[in-house]
């Protein structure tokens, strides 16, 4: 478990575990479970983004729906703002929900078509009895400002937004309520590079006014890179490497964390003097997460694996005495107090 730092974190995530049952066999038997989220922990401080990252399946977004209890938890504890949020009941959890929001990575289905802009901005404050019918309708038409969209467009709907401004508008709704964390569900995937850009750019503004926690979920290293204070790195429902956003790039340790960087595309024409980056490619495919593989999860595709990595997963621990940590036995790590042990 990692030693938590002195300075309380808005959202401590501890051994955090969801796991989906498989359909039991004709015969009634059991047959498992789904690792999505197999022990992760981690600590978030109001004002900062971590960013996290990993192939398609690796359980980035059950993560998301996890801490926010929209999926139940099986195992590891939630805390927010101090409170242990992880067995609480559905009653206790809903004034807690105004704090914690989410915006979705579809903005065209995460919208009610039938529903006027007015009407979906306006909905989380009528549920949550906040204001008077004249104060939400003044409300709508901050949120639109905020976001970028003219009140004008209030009674719209939205079949007649673009893909960019429809992303606004979830945005908006989050905002709603004055949320101290925002879980963004790959927020920019669906858009075009151009819109991304001014997509980033505004959850950036936001956080510098409002003082948010953005927990960014992404498969894009490079928006991950724009977005982030911290970047952690997932695979196969385990958290594998951890460090502060110019170390993770600069130097980045556990080699799925290296294959992953190794992939971002470059220009063809590289600028004078810049670092060359060779390909790494990763043999095999995903294990399946109903039957991972024993020891480390990433040891089947990994070039450096050792009988030790194939029996005992290893440590997130720390490789400078710091804030970088990494899981693999292949580090030369620096053991100290601040360990996270995956199971």
Request: glycine share 6%.
């Amino acid at each position: 478990m990692r030693v938590l730092p002195s300075a309380s974190p808005l959202l401590e995530i501890e051994e955090l575990k969801k796991y989906f049952p498989l359909p039991a066999s004709f015969w009634g038997k059991k047959s498992g479970n789904i690792r999505a989220v197999d022990g992760v922990s981690f600590a978030l401080t109001s004002g900062k983004t971590l960013g996290l990252v990993g192939e398609s399946g690796c359980g980035k977004s059950t993560l998301g729906r996890t801490i926010l209890r929209l999926y139940e938890p099986s195992g590891g504890r939630i805390r927010f703002a101090g409170r242990d949020i992880t067995t609480v009941s559905r009653r206790e959890l809903q004034p807690l929900r105004r704090q914690m929001q989410i915006i979705f990575q579809d903005p065209y289905s995460s919208l009610n078509p039938r529903m006027t802009v007015s009407e979906i901005l306006s909905e989380p404050l009528i549920i949550h009895q906040v204001g008077t019918a004249k104060e939400r309708a003044q409300r709508v038409d901050q949120l639109l400002e905020r976001v970028g969209l003219s009140a004008q467009m209030r009674g719209r709907y939205p079949h007649e937004f673009s893909g960019g401004q429809k992303q606004r508008l979830g945005i908006a709704r989050a905002l709603a309520l004055s949320p101290q964390l925002l879980i963004c569900d790959e927020p920019v995937s669906a858009l075009d590079v151009s819109i991304q850009a001014q997509i980033l750019n505004l959850l950036k503004d936001l956080q510098a006014e409002l003082g948010l926690a953005y927990l960014f979920i992404s498969h894009n290293l490079a928006v991950i890179e724009h977005s982030s204070d911290e970047v952690a790195v997932m695979y196969l429902g385990r958290i594998v490497e951890q460090a502060p956003r110019e170390a993770l790039f600069a130097d980045p340790q556990h080699p799925y964390t290296k294959a992953l960087i190794a992939a971002i595309p470059l220009p063809q024409v590289a600028k004078p003097g810049s670092p060359s980056r060779q390909r790494q490619v990763l043999a095999g495919d995903v294990p399946n997460p109903a039957a991972p593989p024993q020891g480390c999860h990433f040891h089947p595709r990994c070039p450096l694996a050792s009988e030790r990595c194939r029996r005992e997963a290893p440590l997130l621990r720390s490789v400078d005495g710091a804030s970088h940590l990494a899981a693999c036995h292949n580090i030369s790590c620096t053991l100290s107090s601040d360990l996270r042990y995956n199971h």
